[in-house]
């Protein structure tokens, strides 16, 4: 079946730096989404990116269709920035929704 | 607007009930995506509803099904409870379809005993 891998499975910064998550899949998709879930366990939709950049203030994603992979940067990290972060993505051959097991992100203060 | 809102946030139920969960969209959106969240499974579809007809549904047995109203709002059912069901569960609506942005409620956290 499809997989939809991200990495790195963990990320401890300091607050401040700048960081690129990463969402690879194997199959062709109508749709990707990015979304913040935060400690207390709220989703929040950050980016809905099929393909090409988007920019929301501190951060930025990408997404290249073809090479099948999507980034997303953020920028000057801070702690309200921790939670795990997780791609979605809408498969072409039947429209079911898969999502990457996430990555985990603890900024220090 | 308000947001997405699911009742119950919290319940307990033992091995062999039943269970139904409510999802309320942001007014406007026709469109209510079911998920489930475990620890080992991470997050799974559940089933997609649209004008009152379930457009598309993950790989879960029959004991979840779902309905949507007239006016949008969401249940999900579970039937025969099973330890592993214990799970949060997420709904998010969007405007049309499961393609356009999706906004997700704060879940409802289900313990099975």
């Known amino acids: 079946g499809i997989q939809v891998e991200q990495s790195p499975p963990d990320l401890i910064l300091q607050e401040g730096a700048n960081s690129t998550l990463r969402c690879n899949f194997s199959?062709?998709?109508?749709?990707l989404q990015w979304f913040h879930q935060n400690p207390w366990g709220q989703l929040i939709n950050l980016f809905y990116?099929?393909?090409g950049t988007k920019q929301n203030g501190r951060l930025s994603a990408t997404t290249v269709a073809t090479e099948r992979y999507s980034l997303l940067y953020i920028s000057s990290s801070q702690t309200t920035d921790s939670g795990v972060y997780f791609c979605?993505?809408?498969?072409?051959?039947?429209?079911?929704?898969?999502f990457g097991k996430g990555t985990r992100l603890h900024i220090l203060p | 607007k308000a947001g997405v809102t699911q009742t119950p946030r919290y319940l307990i139920k033992t091995r062999g009930q039943q269970v139904t969960l409510s999802c309320s969209p942001i007014?406007?959106?026709?469109?209510v995506s079911w998920y489930q969240q475990t620890p080992g499974q991470g997050l799974q579809f559940l089933f997609e509803?649209?004008?009152?007809?379930?457009?598309n549904k993950g790989n879960f047995p029959g004991r979840f099904s779902g309905r949507q109203f007239s006016n949008s709002r969401s249940e999900m059912n579970v039937s025969t409870l099973e330890l592993g069901d214990s799970a949060l569960y997420l709904c998010?609506?969007?405007?049309?379809?499961?393609?356009?942005?999706?906004?997700f409620g704060p879940g409802t956290r289900l313990t099975v005993l």
């Open positions: 998010a609506s969007s405007l049309v379809l499961a393609t356009d942005t999706q906004y």
């Open positions: 199959d062709s998709v109508n749709n």
């Open positions: 990116i099929p393909s």
């Open positions: 979605a993505v809408l498969l072409r051959r039947d429209d079911k929704i898969i």
């Open positions: 007014s406007g959106h026709r469109s």
């Open positions: 509803y649209f004008s009152e007809t379930q457009r």
